[in-house]
């Protein structure tokens, strides 16, 4: 019984990462897609079954690691080994009260609008708070082709949890 206990505790991340993934595509093919804009603006027309198979064959592709950089040790490495950009996907106000040494402030709600900054030809490695927005802000960027996106899942609350300091 014990170690079925540690084994479900090993999986737990794992589930917790896919399951934050799931809702970040969700949220995006939502805000995309379903909610109503003005004038009908990016809603799904029924007659439209090429957006469900470009959907459907992303959500496909999404290899088995989820693009994810579980903990803070693999973070540490990801950024000793490949030098990517870091990116705080968190509001200005958050990034100002504390945030990982040499990110830049890219918020979730202006990303689209902040793309030059974020390179295509180098990786990048995004977080946020809790891992929420990361997901969204991942989900968004691999699917307008940017291919060297990773997520920190345990963000914000897990490096501090870790002990980690924070730059202001």
Same mark, same amino acid.
């Given at each position: @019984?014990?170690?079925? *206990?540690?084994?479900? @505790? ?5 589930? =917790? ?15 995309? #897609?379903?909610?109503?804009?003005? *004038? ?12 469900? &198979?470009?959907?459907?064959? %992303?959500?496909? =592709? ?7 950089? *579980?903990?803070?040790?693999? %973070?540490?490495? #990801?950024?000793? &080994?490949?030098?990517?950009?870091? /990116? ?8 100002? $009260? ?5 990110? /830049? ?7 689209? $609008? ?15 708070? =809790?891992?929420?927005? +990361?997901?969204?802000? @991942? +989900? ?11 997520? #920190?899942?345990? =963000?914000?609350? *897990?490096?501090?949890?870790?002990? $980690?300091?924070?730059?202001?």
């Amino acid at each position: @019984m014990r170690n079925k *206990g540690k084994k479900a @505790m090993k999986i737990l991340p794992d589930l =917790s990462i896919a399951i934050a993934v799931i809702i970040g595509i969700a949220i995006v093919i939502a805000t995309v #897609f379903l909610i109503p804009q003005p *004038g009908n603006a990016g809603t799904l027309p029924p007659e439209k079954p090429e957006v469900k &198979t470009a959907i459907n064959e %992303f959500l496909k =592709s999404i290899p088995g690691d989820y693009y994810v950089v *579980g903990s803070v040790e693999k %973070f540490k490495n #990801f950024v000793a &080994t490949k030098a990517p950009l870091v /990116v705080d996907v968190r509001e200005p106000s958050e990034y100002a $009260e504390g945030h990982i040494a040499n990110a /830049v402030n890219i918020p979730l709600r202006s990303l689209t $609008e902040n793309l030059d900054k974020i390179p295509r030809d180098k990786p990048a490695i995004l977080y946020c708070t =809790s891992g929420h927005r +990361t997901a969204i802000a @991942m +989900t968004v960027l691999r699917v307008l082709g940017y291919d060297q996106i990773s997520s #920190f899942p345990p =963000s914000i609350k *897990g490096w501090t949890a870790a002990g $980690e300091p924070l730059e202001k």
